[in-house]
């Protein structure tokens, strides 16, 4: 399994913008791709978006509206998610996750590996 630590969470008034990152521990870091969930308190896991192991390819929630990008850096072990806009619904922990496989599965139990979570708060 792939160890994951993700970074840049906190608090942003709504419009606001916050960049998460993903660390990977693993060395074969392109072997993976890597997606974004988030939990709001009271509902349930639900996707974000993932980027595929050579970063041709990504996915997107609908509800992001072109909101939210994401950008992978195999040389650094780092996926970065990169959100502008953001409205107080945005207010969840959100966790990234490591998939062995190749394309860009959105459903929960394609991947192997979780991140302990990181808090995303957006309030005025």
């Known amino acids: 399994q792939v160890h994951l630590v993700e970074s840049g969470g906190g608090w942003v008034q709504p419009g606001g913008s916050l960049t998460l990152a993903c660390k990977a521990s693993?060395?074969?870091?392109?072997?993976?791709?890597i997606g974004w969930f988030r939990q709001a308190p009271g509902k349930e896991r639900e996707f974000v978006g993932c980027?595929?192991?050579?970063?041709?390819?990504?996915s997107y929630a609908d509800f992001e509206k072109d909101r939210f990008d994401l950008i992978r850096n195999n040389a650094k072990n780092t996926v970065y998610l990169k959100m502008n806009s953001l409205e107080p619904e945005d207010t969840a922990t959100y966790y990234c996750?490591?998939?062995?496989?190749?394309?860009?599965?959105?459903?929960?139990?394609?991947?192997?590996?979780w991140g302990q979570g990181i808090q995303v708060t957006v309030s005025s």
């Open positions: 980027i595929s192991r050579t970063a041709g390819r990504t």
């Open positions: 996750a490591a998939a062995h496989q190749a394309g860009t599965p959105t459903e929960a139990a394609s991947y192997e590996s």
């Open positions: 693993e060395q074969i870091f392109s072997n993976y791709g």
